[in-house]
């Protein structure tokens, strides 16, 4: 039984958090950058958003020891969370131009 729970928390934990990575570097923007600092960006986003997860994943440890009560953990997943919020508006508004773009062109 524990295989089978070690393995079931394994693939969600790595669907997450390439969905994570991906989601977070799809940020960056494609049209305007040239090749090399694209890439470079894009490890920088991917390295905060790992940072960030590891973030998350701690400040849930600390607020599940604490029932709750520590400041530091409601820190610690704040900022991941307004980072995730922000990487989703921000591909939301990308995807909406990209969509206006592709149908004044058409």
Known sequence: MDLVCEVLVEFFAELFCEAFLSASTEIVPYEKLPRKKREKYKFIVAVVSVVLLVL???????????????????????????????????????????????NFNQ
């Open 56 to 102: 998350l994943v701690i400040g849930g440890i600390i607020l599940l020891e604490t029932n709750g009560n520590s400041e530091l953990g409601k820190i610690l997943i704040g900022f991941p969370t307004v980072y995730i919020l922000t990487a989703v508006v921000l591909m939301i508004k990308k995807l909406r131009k990209r969509k206006k773009r592709n």
